[in-house]
Structure formats: C-alpha cells, structure tokens
T-cell receptor, first 114, second 115 residues
Framework: KTQVEQSPQSLVVRQGENCVLQ??????????LRWFKQDTGKGLVSLTV?????DKTSNGRYSATLDKDAKHSTLHITATLLDDTATYIC?????????????FGAGTQLIVIP | DMKVTQMPRYLIKRMGENVLLECGQD?????MYWYRQDPGLGLQLIYI???????SEGDIPKGYRVSRKKREHFSLILDSAKTNQTSVYFC??????????????FGAGTRLSVL
C-alpha cells in the first residue's frame, strides 16, 4: 500500500499564479519530510526539508509546511514561472540517517503555461 | 560543483542480455543508492551502499546486483535482463544536512529499455 499520497496528480497554472501541492502520508515514524523538484528527463533536486512536529520553511518562491500530527505537508509556489514546470515529489524519511528508509510519493506534475 | 554522473543516459538491450549501469560521484559521499522510477509510482530502492564493499538490499533487489570497489563509483548489474526491468534508473549519494537529515543528490538517470 502506498504510504505517501500526493495530490493533485497533475496541475496546470498560468504564469504568475500561485499554487499549492499536497502530501499526505502514513509513514511511521516520520523523522523528516523533503520536497524534491524533478525536471523532465533529469534527476531529483531537493527544495526543502521539514523536521519539526509543526514546521515551516521558505526558500525563495517556495514555502512548505509540515504537520506531523495530521501527517500532512504542503508545498506553496508563489508567482509561478515557466521554469517551475516539473514534477514535485514528496519524500518521508523514517530516520535521519542513511540507515533509515525513504518513502517516495508518485509526484505532482505541474505545468506552467504563458 | 557537486555532481552525480550516470552512464549511459539511454540504453536498449534485448531480453537475456547483461546490463551494466555506472554511477560516479565527486563528493566523497559514503552512502550511495540505486533506485528505479516507473510511471505512477514513487521511486523504489534497489540497493544501498554504505561504503566500499558494504552493500545492502533495498526493497526490490531481485534480478539486480551491485558493485562498489571505490567510494566514488557504484555499479548496478542486471544479469540476463527481463522486459519488466524496463525503467528509468537513478543513482544517488547522500550527506547529512539540517538537523542531521540525509540529503540525497541524484544523477540524471539512465533510461533502460529491455526488448
């Protein structure tokens, strides 16, 4: 059974609009949650990592929240650009070290149109 | 510039042939990984390597083996490839960052088609 569910599966927005991507998970324990961006035909690039019980991070136009009680995270992208077109992947780690397991969501495909 | 390099980027093989996927990193990371990515699914861990000759099976090791003779190189081998091994394969290496969380650095992937 999939332990990390992302929604929506795909999303189309106009350049300049804001968007929100959702991640719900059932992984236990949930040590941390990371959001990755994957451009078409490329590898995954880390955007941010959330660690605390109720956490918020900000990285330029990207901001993220985590609520471990609800096992829910959001990724907000403000004032989208065409280069934001990519798949965004939510990953939950059950430990902080390499000994832990990473649980990957299937991703949200974001398409930004002019 | 930190980099994980995968070779080749694209590969077509016939069923039953042997396949070698290569991965290199220039960051002296101890831990390296092989994942496969299939449509509609999250990345699945095939093997993890904690250092030279210290390899462990991941979630889907069947049909694969690995080799790590140098810290900077990690190879994935498919002996007698099967059509269901058609996939995109990603190599990654990791280092600890904020709050001691493991950050993974990914290669660009190898798209393998087994006919």
């Amino acid at each position: 059974k999939t332990q990390v569910e992302q929604s929506p599966q795909s999303l189309v927005v106009r350049q300049g609009e804001n968007c929100v991507l959702q991640c719900n998970y059932s992984v236990t324990p949930d040590n941390h949650l990371r959001w990755f961006k994957q451009d078409t035909g490329k590898g995954l690039v880390s955007l941010t990592v959330l660690v605390d019980q109720k956490d918020k991070t900000s990285n330029g136009r990207y901001s993220a929240t985590l609520d471990k009680d609800a096992k829910h995270s959001t990724l907000h992208i403000t004032a989208t650009l065409l280069d934001d077109t990519a798949t965004y992947i939510c990953v939950v780690g059950d430990r902080g070290s390499a000994l832990g397991r990473l649980h990957f969501g299937a991703g949200t495909q974001l398409i930004v149109i002019p | 510039d930190m980099k994980v390099t995968q070779m080749p980027r694209y590969l077509i093989k016939r069923m039953g042939e042997n396949v070698l996927l290569e991965c290199g990193q220039d960051m002296s990371h101890e831990t390296m990984y092989w994942y496969r990515q299939d449509p509609g699914l999250g990345l699945q861990l095939i093997y993890i390597s904690y250092d030279v000759d210290s390899n462990s099976e991941g979630d889907i090791p069947k049909g694969y083996r690995v080799s790590r003779k140098k810290r900077e190189h990690f190879s994935l081998i498919l002996d007698s490839a099967k059509t269901n091994q058609t996939s995109v394969y990603f190599c990654a290496s990791s280092v600890r960052d904020r709050g001691s969380q493991n950050t993974l650095y990914f290669g660009a992937g190898t798209r393998l088609s087994v006919l």
